[in-house]
């Protein structure tokens, strides 16, 4: 791989993270943001093509969110399943938006590329006597589809064996290290990223890296939130790179409260405990605390209903009874199904003084996944030449209003390798296209600060605004929200703003540029955006739940959102005509300013 000394001739948007100029550079053909299934397959494609590429992560590379999966990854991998059929329970749980030619694709394409995984070095739990994978049932599944590994520790055998890979190939890696801001050629293309690498490893400081294909798969935003699945450093900074880039996003009012979270009491904050919906798959039955089963009689899947509905379900029993969660009772598996079957999630329970083997699991939903992101076509291609994602952080229209259980892991692997093979084939031009096109620069929105790195654009939030930020969200724009808690948020995120503005203007200071200060940034972005869309659409929707607009309404809102950052830092949120999404490149119309 060919190195660039001494700082690259390229600076970020006006919209950029405050930031040190970068003081070294990488070149390469692809740079990957992020380590999880979706970046370490499109890395590991585009280097088998004989491009130069780039991952650049976070944490360490085993580090991603996919390590956190423990249910598994859906395909119509089983006899007498078909991907119609995993078709039809996708589209139901999406509550009338999945992009259904997105769908099509997922469910033909997924088990090929499982299959794939597996030729990768992933192994899937089998038969002992047949070999033949052991699939089991989630919510929303009429079928066993779901394949696991370690009996409930499947994203940690996927990252194991690709993590593997990526080094076995040789593909240059830069871990520690928080992405900043995109950088663009002259004609608006994706040229590379500006990153800060967190002290350890051969780079230090803030540096970038040059690339012709820039590739977001940097996980969910969960850390919005007070409770989350979600690891710390799932923060929204792809989205918010994207957004600061020009790009659309979409259905970022679409957060998955996962139903079952471990409940640690009511002071408990971040990462919490998951216990798998392949649990309740298995048998395990959703018991308030006379043991009653409320999920009866509100599906007619029960407790693997939809995962929105039986957040709800949770949700309505626990206001009904006064309570701050419900148990899910599994007592029946024994020890040695509990031990065999789901010893991760056995050992969470005990660590926290939890028998599951004796006593019922006490939980309550919290946040787990983004259905919404950065908005993209069938190849992983944003609005901004150049720059795709994939993964959590995308927005493919697969997901809709609502994630069927265990599909996020399988659109990660399937987009990559649509990714990879837009990449590769050169239809966007991206191989070699900064060397090509000359060194990246400012474009019309752009310019140099005064100490001619990040132009002096929007002041950084303080360290302390992530949890100020993360109780805003959870009151106001939680499992439950309304028209009342939603404009309270948004009045409070515009407070939180509004002070760190003032301070610049009044003193000329901002927060000390920083990890926890780009993070806390970041996260006040992403909270503006899934506030403003959930205000905007007054309607209840898949995991959209508006307590004041109790009904669906697919006249007027059977369609998604988008929106985008402009460079004063308004945001102009718009709906398509329709549920399925414009194409990538076709101009938009009906803009509506809101701060």
């Known amino acids: 791989m060919t190195r660039a000394t001494g700082r690259p001739d390229a600076v970020a948007p006006a919209t950029a993270l405050r930031a040190a100029a970068p003081g070294w ?7 990957v943001v992020g380590s999880g299934v979706a970046g370490l397959t499109v890395a590991l494609r585009c280097a088998a093509a004989g491009a130069r590429v780039t991952v650049v992560t976070k944490a360490r590379l085993d580090d991603g969110s996919t390590r956190w999966a423990q249910g598994g990854i859906a395909a ?5 399943d078909t991907p119609e059929q995993h078709l039809d329970d996708t589209l139901v749980a999406g509550a009338g938006l999945c992009d259904e030619r997105a769908v099509r694709t997922l469910v033909t394409e997924g088990p090929d590329a499982v299959r794939r995984l597996i030729a990768t070095g992933a192994r899937f739990d089998a038969d002992d006597d047949t070999g033949e994978i052991l699939l089991t049932r989630e919510g929303g599944h009429h079928r066993r589809r779901i394949a696991h590994a370690g009996g409930d520790a499947t994203g940690a055998e996927i990252s194991r064996a690709l993590v593997e890979a990526v080094r076995a190939a040789g593909i240059d890696t830069v871990e520690n290290a928080l992405v900043l801001d995109l950088l663009r050629d002259d004609s608006g293309r994706a040229a590379g990223v500006t990153l800060h690498v967190m002290g350890e490893g051969r780079r230090d400081g803030v540096g970038a890296v040059r690339a012709g294909a820039v590739v977001l798969a940097t996980g969910g935003m969960g850390q919005i939130f007070s409770a989350t699945t979600n690891p710390a450093v799932s923060t929204g900074d792809g989205v918010a790179l994207a957004l600061r880039a020009g790009a659309e996003v979409s259905d970022l009012e679409f957060v998955q409260f996962h139903p079952t979270v471990l409940w640690l009491g ?8 998951l216990v798998s919906e392949a649990v309740r798959g298995e048998g395990a039955h959703l018991v308030d605390a006379d043991g009653v089963r409320f999920m009866q009689g509100q599906h007619e899947l029960a407790e693997l209903a939809p995962r929105d509905i039986v957040a709800k379900g949770i949700m309505r029993r626990m206001r009904e009874r006064g309570a701050e969660h419900m148990y899910l009772d599994a007592r029946h598996f024994g020890a040695r199904m509990w031990e065999r079957r789901f010893p991760t999630i056995l050992a969470a329970c005990r660590a926290h003084g939890i028998d599951p083997v004796t006593e019922p699991i006490p939980v309550a939903p919290a946040a787990h996944y983004a ?17 795709y994602a994939c993964g959590e952080v995308a927005c493919t ?7 069927l259980a265990s599909n996020s892991l399988l659109e990660g692997l399937v987009f990559a390798e649509r990714i990879a093979e837009d990449i590769t084939a050169g239809a966007a ?5 900064a060397g090509a096109e000359g060194p990246a620069r400012p474009g019309p929105d752009e310019g140099i600060g005064p100490d001619g790195g990040a ?13 100020e930020i993360q109780h805003i969200m959870t009151h106001g724009a939680g499992v439950l929200r309304s028209a009342e808690s939603l404009a309270r948020a948004a009045d409070q995120l515009e407070r939180v703003h509004d002070d760190a503005a003032a301070q610049l203007r009044r003193d000329g200071k901002t927060a000390e540029p920083g990890v926890e200060t780009w993070e806390a940034t970041n996260l006040h972005l992403v909270a503006r955006v899934l506030v403003a869309a959930a205000l905007r659409r007054e ?14 309404d697919d006249t007027a809102w059977r369609r998604h959102l988008l929106v985008t950052l402009r460079p004063d830092g308004a945001l102009d949120v718009r709906a398509t005509d329709s549920e399925a999404f414009p194409p990538p490149t076709t101009p938009r119309a009906e803009t509506e300013s809101r701060p």
């Open 455 to 467: 132009p002096a654009g929007p002041p950084l939030l303080a360290s302390e605004a992530r949890y």
């Open 397 to 403: 229209g697969v997901h809709g209003a609502n994630r």
């Open 429 to 433: 031009g991206a191989a070699g296209a």
């Open 266 to 273: 009511p002071e408990a904050e971040g990462q919490q405990p």
């Open 371 to 387: 259905s919404g992101g950065v908005r993209t076509d069938l190849h992983g291609r944003t609005t901004v030449p150049g720059l």
């Open 25 to 31: 550079a990488i070149e390469a053909d692809v740079v």
């Open 539 to 552: 309607e209840t929707r898949g995991c959209h739940w508006r307590e004041d607009r109790p009904a669906r």
């Open 76 to 80: 119509a991998l089983g006899e007498g």
